[in-house]
């Protein structure tokens, strides 16, 4: 059964970083598409940033030069790097693959 277990966010000054894994488990982790999104309050879930096993990799205008996305297929995960973060970039997270999506990680950015 696959899964995929996102973690590392938490409240973050602006101008802050953090960095978000997705571990996946129960899958061979090759020839996929992983998205992540994100879905602030009272709005629709919005892809941030995706990347192909290859490395190819796609950004939302709005985290362009702020966000990088990054997978290491050793490890079956992909994450998320995210730098000089906005109140804008408040919501749950999410990361999307095979059919699946994980459970979300929680990122507030506030003074």
């Known amino acids: 059964q696959v899964q995929l277990v996102e973690s590392g966010g938490g409240l973050v000054q602006p101008g802050g970083s953090l960095r978000l894994s997705c571990a996946a488990s129960?899958?061979?982790?090759?020839?996929?598409?992983m998205g992540w999104y994100r879905q602030a309050p009272g709005k629709q879930r919005e892809l941030v940033a995706a990347?192909?096993?290859?490395?190819?990799?796609n950004y939302a205008d709005s985290v362009k030069g702020r966000f990088t996305i990054s997978n290491d297929n050793a490890k079956n995960s992909v994450y998320l790097q995210m730098d000089s973060l906005k109140p804008e970039d408040t919501g749950v997270y999410y990361c999307?693959?095979?059919?699946?999506w994980g459970q979300g990680t929680q990122v507030t950015v506030s003074s």
């Open positions: 990347i192909t096993s290859g490395g190819s990799t």
């Open positions: 999307t693959s095979f059919g699946k």
């Open positions: 129960g899958i061979i982790f090759r020839n996929y598409v």
